[in-house]
């Protein structure tokens, strides 16, 4: 395909997320933001769509790029949301950022994976046996994701090129560390959700795929992480807990990696997907934003 067929099949919104534009809850006493939902195909390496809220106009804007989680599961993916953290993706949008979450290759109609039949989707996220887990590469083939996109949306002049923002919840978060370590020009600050791989092993809550590999994982990517991150995780998270989280961080830091940490109080049921709820966007956007105001 050519190169104009192509960013044609990017730019041209394939379907509307309820309605054009979405009139954004104020924070303050100012008047709401408009802000444009869109779906965008992305013609990438490996192409994927995304979803994009971004304000109306036409920018440039900061860019933020949010990672979601994975699933080992193919029947899992399969029914994999096209939106995932609709509502923290509009808080970004709200305060001015154009934002990107692409939905990973292997989810949705991809997660074919049925190995008798010697069908395979392109899920590339999977960590090996717990007895000698790979954390570091899949983190880092994500990571390549991320800097494909800014690329592209760099050559689409859509949004300025030093102004980039990656957030990630969970496998994702720790694909934006994997980022952290290859310290790209373009990116300046990083903020993570319940970052971390290997959680709840055969659906057991606090059962972790070796534990002491993660961290030892962890601060491989800190000897040469120089991005300012923000790491949030949270008390009741089954996945990745208190201990083993301060492990991670302490591990990061003290290989030479910038993080600063915090422990969130119990949300919900689950805290491991407190970035996916409305209700949580007070408890973490006021850390959010001070962090960001200290890396502008």
């Known amino acids: 395909m050519r190169q104009h067929g192509l960013r044609a099949l990017a730019t041209v919104t394939l379907l509307l997320l309820l309605g054009l534009t979405t009139p954004a809850r104020a924070d303050d006493n100012s008047p709401p933001q408009r802000i444009q939902e869109e779906i965008w195909a992305l013609p990438l390496p490996l192409p994927m769509f995304a979803y994009l809220v971004r304000p109306l106009g036409d920018g440039p804007f900061p860019l933020v790029i949010m990672n979601h989680g994975v699933s080992l599961n193919a029947r899992d993916r399969s029914f994999f949301p096209l939106v995932e953290f609709r509502d923290a993706a509009m808080w970004f949008a709200r305060h001015g950022y154009l934002v990107v979450a692409p939905v990973g290759t292997g989810y949705g109609a991809a997660a074919i994976d049925i190995p008798e039949r010697g069908l395979y989707g392109p899920f590339f996220s999977k960590v090996g046996k717990c007895s ?90 800190g000897n040469t992480s120089r991005v300012p991150m923000l790491w949030l995780y949270i008390e009741n998270d089954t996945f990745f807990g208190p ?22 109080p119990p949300f919900g049921d689950e805290g491991h997907f407190l970035i996916g709820s409305a209700d949580a966007i007070p408890i973490w956007s006021p850390l959010v934003e001070r962090f960001l105001d200290k890396v502008r």
């Open 132 to 221: 000698n887990p790979n954390f570091l590469d899949p983190g880092l083939a994500v990571a390549q994701v991320d800097l494909w996109i800014i690329d592209y949306m760099v050559a689409e002049r859509r949004i300025v090129p030093k102004d980039v923002i990656v957030v990630g919840q969970s496998a994702g978060g720790w694909a934006a560390i994997a980022l952290s370590s290859l310290n790209p020009p373009q990116v300046k600050a990083i903020i993570t959700f319940a970052a971390g791989r290997g959680g709840r092993v055969d659906g057991k809550p606090n059962n972790n795929c070796n534990p002491d590999r993660l961290v030892e994982a962890t601060g491989v990517f």
């Open 243 to 264: 201990a083993l989280s301060k492990r991670m961080h302490e591990a990061f830091t003290r290989a030479g990696g910038r993080a600063e940490y915090h422990l969130l």
